[in-house]
């Protein structure tokens, strides 16, 4: 991720006691948003779209003298096709400023607004975030840096070639890391010719020849009007927010939303590989697509899954895998649902002469999930502990904003984060049973196992 940040506005932007007293009340304002979270359901969303095209989701937030803006685009590394690490180029060359504005200048301008700037790529999007103050002239400083910016990047030569290098040194730290290497092996496995099997971060042979004319045409083509989401939560009006959005929307290039990515194939059998690797420790991965962002199994899948590993302490993998039999210091399951099937996975780490052991009792414990389901306890168990730690996902502006362009981007509900709970409470044992047994088949999963002898 690229982040250009000011903790406050540099001292020529306004006299020194505004500046101490802005910075004090931001920093503070900060903690007491952290500490005394508000509740899941006192998050109001209201959403319209702009003249150009653009989804828009807002909540306000009038406690911090603050807004976050938050612009999602479906522009992530699936776009890539043969281009693999295009979208991430894309997305790092922004920071690179525009034709009037080089990448100094750019963080310069920023930082003397008291406003923080950062862009981000997945395997599904591309995001641009701004947090800004709300002071009127620094925050219509920092959306006029911002507007310029989107309206007109202008990735410069010289600044991809410092982002390709930088991308390739990753891609070496990556090759001495097992766990990266169990990671990237699993989803290309898992995924193989869809377009999810493109590593978000490129490959070795083809990130020395991406293009600047290729980085161009990606932005025009994905980062545009139709295809973005801009979520927005701070303290300002409606009417103040649908100016701000008009502004933002009408400096992107226009363009309609993208093409939706295609299902991803079902396993036909699993798939076991093992890779060799010099470390004392095994890092395994095992799982298989699964599950769409907007699919009704959703909320009975996230209680299944935290019944066997997403629950931590209290989960089923955890207690066979480490309590019951040393195997491991940490286990753990998850549920990624994306635009097109998400994974569902499971990883650890053990002893490279345990390696074995670990895989079976993984499967037994899949095996027994599926067959049986969870039990009342564990129903119980699940349902408390995902209810209760959903408010820590709304405990500051920025995972408010990080949510609104999430529901967005996905086409979820607007009362996605205010039902949530009563949705979860709602899960009966014979759903989370269902879920699991059309969601995740044990004799059809990629396993990967790196570390130890091949």
């Known amino acids: 991720m690229k982040t250009v940040k000011a903790i406050a506005p540099a001292v020529q932007a306004r006299p020194l006691p505004a500046l101490w007293v802005a910075t004090l009340g931001l920093t503070l304002g900060l903690l007491a948003a952290v500490v005394f979270a508000p509740p ?147 989803y290309q496995l898992m995924y193989g010719d869809h377009p999810y099997g493109n590593p978000p971060n490129g490959q070795e042979d083809t990130i020395p020849t991406l293009t600047r004319e290729e980085v161009e045409r990606f932005y025009q083509e994905f980062y545009t009007a139709g295809n973005a989401v801009l979520a927005l939560t701070g303290a300002i009006s409606r009417s103040e927010a649908e100016a701000l959005a008009e502004r933002i929307a009408s400096a992107l290039p226009p363009g309609d939303r993208a093409a939706e990515l295609p299902p991803v194939p079902a396993l036909e059998g699993p798939v076991t590989e093992r890779i060799a690797f010099p470390s004392e420790q095994a890092h395994i991965f095992m799982g298989a697509p699964a599950l769409r962002r907007d699919d009704p199994d959703y909320y009975p899948l996230t209680v299944g899954n935290h019944a066997l590993g997403g629950g931590g302490f209290t989960s089923r993998l955890f207690r066979e895998v480490r309590t019951q039999r040393g195997l491991a210091y940490s286990v753990s399951s998850s549920v990624r649902p994306m635009a097109a099937e998400g994974p569902f996975l499971v990883n650890m780490q053990t002893g490279t002469d345990q390696v074995d052991e670990a895989l079976g009792v993984l499967r037994d414990e899949l095996e027994r999930l599926s067959r049986d389901g969870v039990d009342a306890d564990e129903l119980e168990a699940s349902r408390a502990n995902i209810t209760g730690g959903f408010p820590l996902r709304l405990a500051s502006n920025q995972s408010i904003v990080q949510n609104l362009g999430m ?43 790196v570390g130890g002898e091949e």
């Open 407 to 449: 529901m967005g981007f996905y086409d979820l509900p607007l009362d996605f984060l205010s039902a949530h709970n009563d949705r979860i409470e709602a899960v009966s044992a014979d759903d989370v049973h269902e879920a699991l047994r059309r969601r995740i088949d044990p004799d059809r999963l990629v396993t990967i196992v």
């Open 40 to 186: 899941a359901q006192a998050v109001d969303i209201e959403s319209w779209e702009t003249e150009a095209g653009t989804r828009v989701l807002y909540a306000p937030a009038p406690t911090l003298p603050m807004v976050d803006i938050r612009l999602t685009f479906d522009a992530g590394a699936a776009r890539d096709g043969e281009r693999s690490g295009l979208a991430r180029l894309t997305s790092n060359g922004l920071s690179l400023g525009t034709e009037a504005m080089d990448a100094d200048t750019l963080a310069e301008r920023f930082e003397a607004a008291g406003a923080r700037f950062s862009t981000s790529s997945a395997r599904d999007m591309g995001i641009i975030t701004l947090r800004t103050l709300t002071e009127p002239d620094w925050m219509d400083e920092a959306l006029d840096v911002f507007s310029e910016l989107l309206a007109a990047p202008a990735f410069p030569e010289a600044g991809l070639d410092r982002e390709r290098r930088q991308m390739l040194r990753g891609l070496q730290r990556e090759r001495q890391e097992p766990g990266s290497v169990a990671s990237r092996r699993f």
